[in-house]
């Protein structure tokens, strides 16, 4: 089984200020790492995902995230953050060897609160 | 192309009525979702249909049911509502490439349920 932790359930930052956003992930098997963005009162849009080859995967909107497999993270980072960058971002795993459906397994959530 | 739709957009239910949830998407894809988004807890998957004419249980399916009524459409239906179904719920779709764990899900923009 697998599961997500997002270390840090608010984070706060300044616009034009870099961010990161935490995730680690544990799990016994081989996993794929996604990254995804829910706006206020919409529904969840991918950022970006790590399926293989380099480790550092850029996204939407400026941002990047790192695969680190031997601390199991995948933090999300933006060099300089905008008020529109304000949301909930969600860090999920989908186990490599499930062929039969997408299971996706979420961390809880870091709201990111950008302030001019 | 209006994606993932869902309706209704809010709906406030009396413990022990029932509802239906519908879903559609216009993308062609297989596979569809239904999670619940819960305070502090993230995405916990509640049915998930792999392609038209199965479905299957997820994480937390106690207390509902689901009908893959055609390739486009997905519903979720409580029988008998209860407060601890009190929850934003969010319908899913993705393309089911045949490598599923790397498929990107599309959301829709969730229905706001509170049941008294």
């Known amino acids: 089984a697998q599961s997500v932790t997002q270390l840090d359930s608010q984070v706060p930052v300044f616009e034009e200020a870099p961010v990161e956003l935490r995730c680690n992930y544990s799990?016994?098997?081989?996993?794929?790492l996604f990254w995804y963005v829910q706006y206020p009162n919409q529904g969840l849009q991918l950022l970006l995902k790590?399926?293989?080859?380099?480790?550092l995967v850029k996204g939407i909107n400026g941002f990047e995230a790192e695969f680190n497999k031997s601390q199991t993270s995948f933090h999300l980072r933006k060099p300089s953050v905008h008020i529109s960058d304000t949301a909930e971002y969600f860090c999920?795993?989908?186990?490599?060897?499930?062929?039969?459906?997408?299971?996706?397994?979420f961390g809880t959530g870091t709201r990111l609160l950008v302030s001019p | 192309n209006a994606g993932v739709t869902q309706t209704p957009k809010f709906q406030v239910l009396k413990t022990g009525q029932s509802m239906t949830l519908q879903c559609a998407q216009d993308?062609?894809?297989?596979?569809m979702y239904w999670y619940r988004q819960d305070p502090g807890m993230g995405l916990r998957l509640i049915y998930y249909?792999?392609?038209?004419?199965?479905?299957d249980k997820g994480e937390v399916p106690n207390g509902y049911n689901v009908s893959r009524l055609n390739k486009r459409e997905f519903s979720l239906r409580l029988e008998s509502a209860a407060p601890s179904q009190t929850s934003v719920y969010f319908c899913?779709?993705?393309?089911?490439?045949?490598?599923?764990?790397?498929?990107?899900?599309?959301f829709g923009p969730g229905t706001r349920l509170t049941v008294l």
């Open positions: 899913a779709s993705s393309v089911a490439s045949g490598r599923q764990s790397t498929d990107t899900q599309y």
């Open positions: 799990s016994s098997v081989s996993v794929y």
């Open positions: 790590y399926l293989s080859g380099s480790t």
């Open positions: 999920a795993v989908s186990d490599q060897g499930n062929t039969g459906f997408q299971k996706l397994v």
């Open positions: 993308m062609n894809h297989n596979s």
């Open positions: 249909s792999a392609s038209e004419g199965t479905t």
